[in-house]
């Protein structure tokens, strides 16, 4: 019976080990990442939205309507329009005087070899001062921040859509 509870006992001390061991491991990459700019409590980095939008004039408007109102420090928005026939172009132009931070790129030509999307979002992303790129349709504007936080939180990248917003391991934010 004694070497049943002495095996119990020793059992115990290494599990609390064990459990002491894994929360110092947490405790200690918390504050690496506290001291890290930008993560998990420390400043927040700017932030470029760099936006690609071919022939998107009915919704380009609703789209930086709603960007207005995202209460983010130091976001610079970039809207790339790539080639548009439909004065997408102008509409994003038209909200520059009233919209701090916005920068409107216009495309006029594909040049051979590249897909007009990637294109467009190379442009933009050459044409963005943030220390973060964040990529979106000119059509889905609605799930902006949800990421920029989570980001600024746990410093695994993000991924949205117009329907969910996750981390990259899949996990919804």
């Given amino acids: 019976m004694t070497s049943i509870a002495a095996e119990v006992v020793a059992l115990l001390w290494l599990g609390a080990g064990v459990y002491l061991g894994l929360g110092w491991l947490r405790f200690e990459g918390l504050l690496r990442a506290s001291a890290r700019p930008g993560i998990a409590g420390g400043p927040l ?14 919704s380009i408007g609703d789209t930086l309507d709603r960007l207005s109102r995202v209460d983010y420090p130091e976001l610079e928005i970039v809207v790339v329009n790539d080639r548009s ?37 190379h442009e933009g992303s050459k044409q963005s001062s943030g220390e973060w790129l964040c990529f979106i349709d000119a059509d889905v504007p609605s799930r902006v921040r949800q990421p920029l936080d989570r980001f600024a939180r746990t410093g695994l990248p993000q991924t949205c859509s117009n329907r969910t917003a996750s981390d990259v391991r899949g996990r919804p934010g």
């Fill in 85 to 121: 026939r439909d004065g997408t172009g102008q509409i994003a132009s038209e909200y520059i005087r009233t919209l701090g931070g916005l920068k409107v790129v216009d495309i006029e030509t594909l040049p051979p070899e590249w897909l007009g999307k990637t294109h467009a979002l």
């Fill in 45 to 58: 980095p700017s932030v470029s939205l760099v936006i690609a939008a071919r022939n998107e004039a009915d």
